[in-house]
């Protein structure tokens, strides 16, 4: 999916872009980062302009000052040019507001005045604020019928709290003009993933119950909670990854073939598979999730402190920076493959990888003690290093080994497959495709509500039984209890690239 000529292979969508948010952490070290390097590639109109919109002081000058150190910081030094970064400067306002009044979007009105090119208007603010901005918009005649929204998910911590959100945006929105990004799909790696299953019979033919045996997806992260105490204790590592990008991953290898790559017959499909995940109930919670929080150990080489105390901890607080499950989805493709999940943070490593197990062979002949070898593996990395691997098995080479097998991989490394090309980071394929209204990467209204529907009944359960999360130092794998989970299958975490 990656180009010679331009790494996204697009043309130059003119747009107006409303940046609410435009001092935080999101913008600053993920947005304006993409959004250079898009104008670098060329692929911004020359008229679109972006208005950066947040509650401090401050002028066009201090704002572009601010944007600059950012870049400096979040782009490599060989990618900043000075013609493409004064380009860039160029495009950029600023407009202090307070976003809970509406007397101030006044001057947004006055920024749109006469322009005919679309707006988006990205949130790059909690979610309580979605529905009084989208409103005030409104009320302000900023608005027009093609403007469109993004917003950033969690959205909402349950069902009734999402839906109260989704309310809110959907009475000034369409759904057809509101793009809910989870940044997992921008990734090239997702991309591709719906390239392998759907555009190679080799893989197409194979995917199901009748030859893989089960799914493993890790998300691992080697920080702490990195000052987001406050959100991070309310939300747990089940709201905060679990909820949307484990299960987003779980669609895209579950789901059935969509009739073509429309957004919708693509959603559709995804929808199908959170309406199919088995529920937890019983015994079945107790057996098939693990729940963990790190205790003091070391990271990096360096000693760091457990959960508990960190700065501004509650020192009784349960909330689980680990979760470990075995789960299933009901229906006739994938009845009896079981998905094992495992997120959580201080693990050893940063890891995100997919590994696909595929059933051995009915009949084995070579040597018996290796037959624990003869399954073959693909293995889909997301990152640090994106790519993907098949392990396949083959002749030991040497007169003295006989028929002996050795594992190995057919690895496409992105990096060294594509040298000429740099890979696009997941936001700037996401904002270039909400620039262009497309919507097939962003996740629907139902998409949100079925995935909350499965975690808050998990939730539930948890509250039910009233049991602390498992210890685990900082610096391992999670607690010892999610090895006993995978192992009691005859399994183990693969963790080898």
């Given at each position: 999916m990656t180009h010679e000529t331009s790494p996204l292979n697009a043309s130059q969508p003119d747009i107006d872009l409303a940046l609410f948010g435009a001092l935080g952490d999101l913008a600053l070290r993920k947005l304006y980062p993409a959004l250079y390097q898009l104008d670098r590639e060329g692929l911004l109109a020359e008229s679109t302009r972006i208005l950066g919109l947040a509650r401090q002081d401050g002028d066009n000058e201090a704002f572009r000052g601010k944007v600059a150190?950012?870049?400096?910081?979040?782009?490599?030094?060989?990618?900043?040019?000075?013609?493409?970064?004064?380009?860039?400067?160029?495009?950029?306002?600023?407009?202090?507001?307070?976003?809970?009044?509406?007397?101030?979007?006044?001057?947004?009105?006055?920024?749109?005045?006469?322009?005919?090119?679309?707006?988006?208007v990205y949130l790059a603010v909690p979610a309580s604020l979605y529905g009084p901005i989208c409103r005030h918009l409104e009320d302000s005649g900023s608005l027009d019928d093609d403007t469109r929204v993004v917003v950033e998910k969690p959205i909402g911590h349950d069902l009734a709290s999402s839906r109260e959100i989704n309310d809110a945006i959907g009475e000034v929105f369409p759904e057809s003009r509101i793009y809910r990004i989870d940044h997992y799909l921008g990734k090239e790696t997702v991309q591709n993933l719906i390239a392998l299953r759907f555009a190679n019979p080799l893989f197409g033919t194979q995917w199901n119950q009748n030859h893989i045996s089960h799914v493993e997806i890790t998300v691992a992260e080697q920080v702490g909670i990195e000052g987001r105490w406050g959100y991070f204790d309310q939300a747990g590592q089940l709201r905060d990854m679990v909820q949307n990008h484990l299960l987003q991953l779980v669609?895209?290898?579950?789901?059935?073939?969509?009739?073509?790559?429309?957004?919708?017959?693509?959603?559709?499909?995804?929808?199908?598979?959170?309406?199919?995940?088995?529920?937890?109930?019983?015994d079945d919670l107790d057996r098939n999730v693990v729940r963990g929080q790190y205790t003091a150990g070391t990271s990096?080489?360096?000693?760091?402190?457990?959960?508990?105390?960190?700065?501004?901890?509650?020192?009784?607080?349960?909330?689980?920076?680990?979760?470990?499950?075995?789960?299933?989805?009901?229906?006739?493709?994938?009845?009896?493959?079981?998905?094992?999940?495992?997120?959580?943070?201080?693990?050893?490593?940063?890891?995100?990888?997919?590994?696909?197990?595929?059933?051995?062979?009915?009949?084995?002949?070579?040597?018996?003690?290796?037959?624990?070898?003869?399954?073959?593996?693909?293995?889909?990395?997301?990152?640090?290093?994106?790519?993907?691997?098949?392990?396949?098995?083959?002749?030991?080479?040497?007169?003295?080994?006989?028929?002996?097998?050795?594992?190995g991989p057919l690895h496409l490394d992105f990096n060294s497959a594509f040298p000429k090309s740099r890979i696009p980071d997941a936001y700037e394929r996401l904002l270039l495709e909400v620039m262009k209204g497309h919507q097939y990467l962003f996740v629907r209204r139902d998409e949100v509500e079925y995935a909350w529907h499965w975690i808050d009944q998990l939730i539930a359960g948890w509250e039910a039984r009233d049991t602390p999360p498992r210890r685990y130092p900082a610096g391992s794998w999670g607690p010892v209890a999610s090895i006993a989970m995978i192992t009691q299958d005859g399994r183990s975490w693969y963790e080898d690239y």
């Open positions: 150190d950012a870049l400096k910081k979040h782009v490599q030094s060989g990618e900043q040019d000075q013609d493409s970064l004064e380009r860039f400067m160029n495009r950029l306002e600023y407009l202090k507001l307070d976003f809970s009044s509406v007397e101030g979007y006044e001057a947004i009105r006055q920024w749109r005045q006469g322009a005919r090119r679309p707006m988006t669609c895209l290898i579950a789901m059935d073939p969509p009739a073509n790559l429309d957004a919708d017959a693509i959603r559709d499909e995804k929808v199908k598979v959170l309406k199919a995940l088995k529920p937890f109930t019983g990096g080489g360096k000693s760091v402190p457990g959960y508990l105390e960190e700065e501004g901890a509650n020192k009784e607080s349960r909330t689980e920076t680990f979760v470990a499950m075995k789960t299933e989805v009901a229906n006739w493709r994938w009845a009896g493959v079981p998905f094992y999940l495992r997120t959580g943070k201080r693990m050893p490593e940063k890891l995100s990888q997919i590994v696909i197990h595929f059933r051995q062979q009915p009949h084995y002949i070579f040597d018996p003690d290796q037959r624990g070898l003869a399954a073959n593996k693909l293995i889909i990395r997301l990152q640090p290093e994106e790519g993907i691997a098949l392990q396949v098995l083959t002749k030991d080479s040497g007169l003295d080994k006989g028929m002996r097998l050795r594992p």
